[in-house]
């Protein structure tokens, strides 16, 4: 121990002239300091201690001391970097310059095209971890166990930086392959020297192994106790590489915390081409962006020839091949302005084929797109492409799909978007925000003749594409909102007229409370803001008049006919004129006179539907066996069903599925506008159908009379069903499987009045019965009948579901079977009561300050369609083996058709991970501890025509062809395979059904649907969730009040621990909300006692801490025991 020296310096002891101070000279301080030194020196008897220093002698002659740092510093260089770098050199003995060339030609030159981006995130990807930047990471590694989620990137320096899916913002995948990759050993465990700092970065997870100790320590420790088992959480999934790398550097110096490097070779290989491609991607960043504000002006017209007033959505690479088409003419443009600039614009519409006759919805391509999804373009093009999208968010949208970071579509944002952006930023900027501010106040205060602001209709726009997400990552936006709120609130506050919210939201500039201004400026009515989302363009909402166009059609369509017979009569009635068959809307924003209306759509019905069945020559007769449809008792569609027959050796079992393609021409405008929306849009206020109501009428299984069916057939053997059952084994599951896909034929059938219309709940209460059990045990049922026919089907479903669950890898995740809806009533018929239980679940008023309609929300818990439910299992199980069927039938046939496809990227210890789990589910289903560590690894599924499987079903191979009334690709395939038996049983046969030019754009179509389907599920999410959170907000601000007199016990399924923070929770019924508990010590000391643990169901006492409707936040904090 140092010893302190007690020293007093001259001027301050005592002395006979206190008091009488003189100040010192200068050489007076000197001599003093001078004797302080000495003085120290003197009564010191030890060296110099530095508590950081552990090698170095200071007592030793300096030039001693030089040489001996500079020796250490030698031997750290050569132990840290040169000879890892002779290690890696001497165990890769390759021609490094041609090694160089290759990955530079890989990396700089690398391609994307729409098939690749399909691949997912896997080694050798290259990605960007910010829009705003052009600087490119490498993918080295990814999770090595279900416990990690973290990848492990290489920068343009070489250094390694560990990250989570959710950093990635854009990837260009395949850039590098693991068989490239891997035999480098881009990154290594590094070896420890005794004394010596560490330089390499510790995994996320800080593993600890012996083989990490210096030489010296590992011999000693041998034999000793293990190092004390640390946690399997990670210690950082946020990219903390800053902190993780100065732990390395003194930190973890002799211990056994596994540190890992690049080695000096490997960089030199590697991060030139990184650096060389990322300056590539940002010089041409600025000419993109100019080339690309051109192209947005072209784009103000779409396809249609219509100035869009709402946004239309591009497939990426669509826009990108307009882009790629269009860059080499800009210097027409650069030269031009005014009318001249117009003229050169539209000279490019017709170049690009973006003009053309108007239409409502989607057309298939005038242009053969054969092979749209592998065109391979410039991936350093490409980033540079959508780098510049990103950077102008008040012109361009970018959808990307989360789960892969695949960029799918480009919402084209109309001028008059930017245009109000603009304005109504000017005016809050300047004193606009002041007098919008006083504005609001007034207007809350209910004050008279208020004069409304000069460009409140701008703010009002902006205020709710700030809310729907129509414009993102614009820091402007943000800010200018942000303190428009705060400046309203502080307003309110000041005045008085302001509650203190009894639930905060999560953010005091929130996109909720941005929300509920605009709410009480357009009369305080609650509604749901998804429908100002861009994409999605629901009629009725004032944003797409095209949108509004169509919905006149189908009311029309709806309210003309009621039955099959009222169309055959219109259809063979006197033809339509040709000149009103020809006529077309010059202008959807102009709308129609209802003359025009009813002539204009006189015409489309009398081209929209077949006069005749196109199929009747390859179209059978159906026996006379039941059809049993099972669906909700609040369908809109029965497009589904399935029989059973006893063959003696064989069950034959075929699904039947309403055959609206015999119906619909494909060329027609019904067609296109079912395509331009690609599937019906559930939403909890009601759907927004793909296709008339009469459509289902008319071709639903549950239609009167006579009918038409598509049918998937297949074959199982009863002896093979009893042989799995007894052995359970692979064989045996491999062997059913084989007789489905072999055995499967597609027809089409007459239907008389074979269908059986049955709920859920009818049978389950069937299925449950325990003397139905009990008679099905013993082989009493009556052959044939519906009990006989039920168990039989159930005995089956099961069979499938164990095979592809045990034997094929499936992931049966647990399902939500909440469902919620939405209707609005008057406030009489609301009445006081806002809160109240119903059979199954909760109903919440949600009533606004002067509003005349309310929304009342019901959520409810749908038992018979659960997980459990035996029902559901039956038609889920039996719908997804049909669907695999009939690509099956599709794939030996050689047909092209929309595959639904889904790609995993294991490595081989998850996969092994993943088959333990699966063979150790009773069940067969994954546990939400198993779903969680699971999800970390699913990517989306997509259409394509590329043959792939559908991995996390466990299938080969996979398609839609089951609910073709709500989904256009079911529809696309069900023309197809039509097409395909007309042509094989009469090739000499005149009718077209599904037409050349649609079959050469069919991967065109695919990803257009794919885009669409993206749409319509992120609309119902965000739909969902805004309901969910509106309820609960109302619930609890109720509770409080004391208005509910049978509080709502609320379930939590723990998907994390306290260990890394806060703990992810499902909340039951409300699983829409991102719902988190706030990790105090109460939580924390649950999880330490294991009375909680993750996957454990918990129904706390807790205290609401904040929720948010638009961001979907939930978040509770327990209360102490």
Not at 113 to 121: A, D, H, I, R, Y
Not at 130 to 150: A, G, I, Q, R, W
Not at 905 to 913: D, G, I, L, P, Y
Request: net charge neutral.
């Amino acid at each position: 121990m140092s010893r302190v020296v007690q020293f007093v310096p001259r001027r301050f002891r005592s002395g006979g002239n206190v008091g009488k101070y003189k100040k010192p000279s200068a050489a007076e301080l000197d001599n003093e300091a001078l004797a302080v030194t000495r003085e120290v020196a003197k009564q010191s008897k030890k060296k110099y201690y530095d508590p950081s220093n552990v090698s170095l002698d200071f007592s030793l002659p300096n030039a001693e001391l030089i040489r001996k740092i500079e020796e250490d510093a030698k031997d750290r260089m050569h132990k840290r970097i040169k000879k890892p770098a002779e290690d890696w050199q001497e165990n890769h003995p390759i021609d490094m310059v041609s090694t160089r060339k290759r990955l530079r030609n890989l990396i700089w030159g690398a391609r994307i095209s729409l098939n690749k981006n399909f691949s997912p995130l896997d080694v050798g990807d290259v990605v960007l971890l910010d829009l705003e930047s052009t600087e490119l990471h490498l993918v080295v590694d990814k999770p090595k166990d279900l416990n990690t989620s973290t990848y492990t990137l290489l920068n343009h320096e070489g250094d390694i930086k560990y990250i989570v899916r959710e950093q990635i913002r854009l990837r260009v995948p395949k850039v590098a392959s693991n068989r490239i990759l891997n035999p480098l050993k881009v990154v290594q465990q590094e070896k420890k020297y005794l004394g010596v700092a560490p330089i390499g970065m510790p995994d996320s997870k800080f593993s600890r192994s012996a083989e990490a100790l210096p030489d010296e320590l590992r011999k000693e420790k041998a034999g000793s106790e293990a190092s004390p088992k640390r946690s399997d959480g990670e210690f950082s999934t946020t990219g903390d590489d800053f902190i993780m790398a100065q732990a390395a550097s003194q930190l973890l110096t002799d211990t056994d915390v596994k540190t890992y490097i690049v080695p000096l070779p490997v960089r030199r290989l590697l991060s030139k081409a990184l650096v060389e491609a990322s300056i590539t991607c940002f010089r041409k960043v600025n000419s993109y962006s100019r080339n690309l504000d051109y192209i947005h002006k072209i784009l103000q017209y779409d396809e249609n020839n219509n100035v869009i007033s709402s946004a239309r959505s591009i497939p990426i690479f669509e826009l990108f091949e307009i882009f790629s088409k269009f860059e080499h003419r800009v210097r027409h443009l650069d030269q031009a302005q005014g009318v001249d600039e117009l003229r050169v614009l539209n000279s490019q519409m017709t170049y690009l084929g973006l003009d053309g006759p108007t239409i409502v919805g989607k057309k298939y391509p005038d242009q053969t797109k054969a092979g749209f999804d592998e065109v391979e373009y410039s991936a350093t093009s490409y980033i540079a492409y959508l780098v510049a999208l990103a950077q102008n968010p008040r012109k361009w949208k970018i959808n990307f799909q989360h789960s892969s970071k695949t960029p799918l579509s480009v919402d084209v944002l109309p001028i008059s978007t930017s245009v109000d952006a603009s304005d109504a930023l000017g005016f809050l900027k300047a004193d606009g925000g002041k007098t919008f501010t006083k504005f609001y106040t007034d207007f809350y205060a209910n004050k008279k003749d208020i004069k409304p602001p000069h460009h409140l209709r701008q703010v009002m726009s902006l205020l709710k594409d700030f809310v729907a997400g129509n414009i993102v990552e614009d820091k402007m936006v943000e800010s200018v909102v942000g303190n428009l709120l705060r400046n309203i609130d502080h307003s309110l506050d000041a005045n008085g007229l302001r509650k203190m919210p009894v639930i905060p939201y999560s953010y005091d500039f929130s996109k909720s409370r941005a929300l509920e201004i605009i709410y009480s400026l357009e009369n305080n009515e609650w509604y749901n803001p998804s429908k100002w989302q861009a994409p999605i363009r629901l009629p009725g909402t004032g944003l797409s008049p095209e949108a509004d166009v169509a919905k006149a059609y189908y009311d029309f369509i709806d309210k003309k006919f009621s039955s099959k017979e009222d169309l055959e009569k219109a259809l063979n009635a006197t033809p339509v004129e040709p000149s009103v068959k020809e006529a077309e809307l010059l202008d959807f924003n102009d709308g129609l006179s209802t003359q025009d209306e009813s002539s204009v759509f006189d015409s489309w019905v009398d081209s929209d539907f077949n006069k005749s069945d196109p199929c009747e020559k390859v179209r059978y007769d159906f026996a006379d066996v039941p059809i049993y449809c099972i669906d909700a008792a609040t369908a809109h569609e029965i497009d589904d069903g399935i029989s059973i027959e006893d063959r003696g050796n064989d069950f034959r079992f075929t699904i039947h599925v309403a055959d609206a393609s015999s119906f619909i021409k494909q060329s027609s405008m019904l067609s296109q506008i079912a395509l331009g929306k690609g599937a019906t849009v559930y939403m909890p206020e009601g759907p927004s159908l793909m296709l008339p109501q009469f459509v289902s009428k008319v071709c639903g299984l549950d239609a009167t009379n006579n009918n038409r069916s598509f049918a998937i057939e297949f074959t199982i053997s009863k002896s093979s069903i009893i042989d799995y059952e007894a052995s359970r084994s692979s064989i045996d599951a491999k062997y059913i499987m084989k007789q489905v896909s072999d055995s499967c034929r597609v027809r089409f059938l007459n239907i008389k009045s074979n269908s059986r219309c049955i709920t859920y709940e009818q049978v389950n209460n069937i299925l449950n019965d325990e003397s139905n059990i009990e008679k099905f045990a013993k082989g009493s049922f009556e052959k044939g009948g519906t009990e006989w026919a039920l168990f039989n089907l159930s005995r089956v479903a099961t069979i499938f579901g164990q095979i592809r669950a045990k034997h094929m890898g499936a992931l049966n995740f647990p399902g939500d079977s909440s469902k919620i809806s939405v209707d609005y009533l008057s406030r009489e018929e609301v009445g006081d009561k806002h809160f109240e239980r119903t059979k199954e679940g909760y109903k919440m008023a949600i009533v606004g300050r002067n509003a005349e309609r309310v929304p009342v929300v019901t959520i409810e818990n749908n038992v018979h369609q659960s997980e459990d439910s035996k029902s559901s299992e039956l038609v889920s199980n039996f719908m997804v083996t049909a669907n695999h069927a009939a690509s099956e039938f599709a794939f030996r046939k050689n047909v092209p058709i929309i595959l639904r496809t889904q790609k995993l990227s294991w490595r081989k210890r998850v996969a092994k991970e993943v088959k333990e789990i699966l063979a150790g589910n009773k069940d067969s289903r994954v546990s939400a501890k198993e779903m969680v560590e699971l999800g970390k690894f699913l990517t989306a599924a997509n259409y394509q025509v590329k043959p792939c499987g559908h991995e996390s079903l466990g299938l080969p191979r996979y398609a839609h062809f089951t609910s073709p009334l709500r989904r256009y690709a079911d529809m696309v395939n069900h023309w197809i395979m039509a097409h395909y038996l007309m042509n094989q049983k009469h090739p000499r046969s005149k009718e077209v059904i599904f037409d050349d030019d649609a079959m050469n754009n069919l991967s065109y179509v695919a990803n257009h649907l794919q885009i669409c389907q993206f749409v319509v599920n992120h609309a119902q999410k965000d739909s969902d969730s805004f309901w969910q959170g509106s309820f609960l907000k109302q619930y609890f601000e109720c509770l409080q009040a004391g208005e509910i007199e049978d509080p709502i016990e609320f379930e939590f399924l723990l998907l994390s621990d306290p260990k890394r923070g806060d703990v992810s929770c499902r909340v039951t019924n409300f699983s829409g909300l991102r719902t988190t508990i706030v990790a105090n010590d109460t939580l924390k000391q649950l999880f330490e006692s294991g009375e909680y643990e993750i996957g454990k169901a918990v129904k706390p006492k807790f205290t609401v801490k904040k929720i948010d409707l638009i961001e979907h936040e939930f978040t509770v904090e327990l209360e102490s025991t």
